[in-house]
């Protein structure tokens, strides 16, 4: 399984609360999750790493022509008045075009948010063992909150060649790593 990558850059200064909401907070040193094919950076030093989740309205529209992957959100207007639900693509279910979410439950299932885990590393020479298994980190469905871990080269979440390795459940979850 290839994961993604993803950068670790250097620090610089976030507000601990984002005022001017999502839009000023997604930029292009966060990443989309990959949940998919799960996601890694190696750690070096001492890295903070923040995660957010981009609130369901924040989902696109479904597309009949677009094929959708596991993971991710799109939005179907549903009932009389129409209300916007929030729909997820599931895993391993063939090509998932022009599969319309509210009459496809093998394909599409009620987004309820997101969820985000990483997996404590065993590592032979220290003796530590893989006993932390699907930590699961909140993530928030909020425009103004977001989870930070300090996370060094001898965590329990550290693999022996440097990598942290996490899995997000869609694609609304962000991630930042910066070096302190």
Known sequence: MAMTFIANNPANNLLANYPNGIGTLITAQ??????????????????????????????????????????????????????????????????????????????????????????????????????????AVPVFDSTRQAIEFLVTPSSTFTLANGQVQFQASSNLVYVYVRNL
């Open 30 to 135: 966060f990443v989309a999750c990959d949940p998919l094919n799960g996601n890694y950076f190696t750690a070096t030093n001492r890295d903070l790493v923040t995660f957010i989740c981009l609130p369901a309205s924040a989902a696109p529209a479904w597309n009949s022509s677009t094929t959708y992957t596991q993971g991710q959100v799109i939005n179907v207007p549903v009932g009389s008045p129409p209300v916007q639900t929030a729909y997820i693509a599931l895993a391993n279910v063939g090509t998932n075009q022009n599969q319309n979410p509210i009459s496809s439950p093998t394909f599409w299932a009620l987004y309820t948010g997101s969820t985000l885990n990483v997996t404590s590393a065993p590592d032979s020479c220290t003796g530590r063992t893989a006993n932390i298994v699907g930590y």
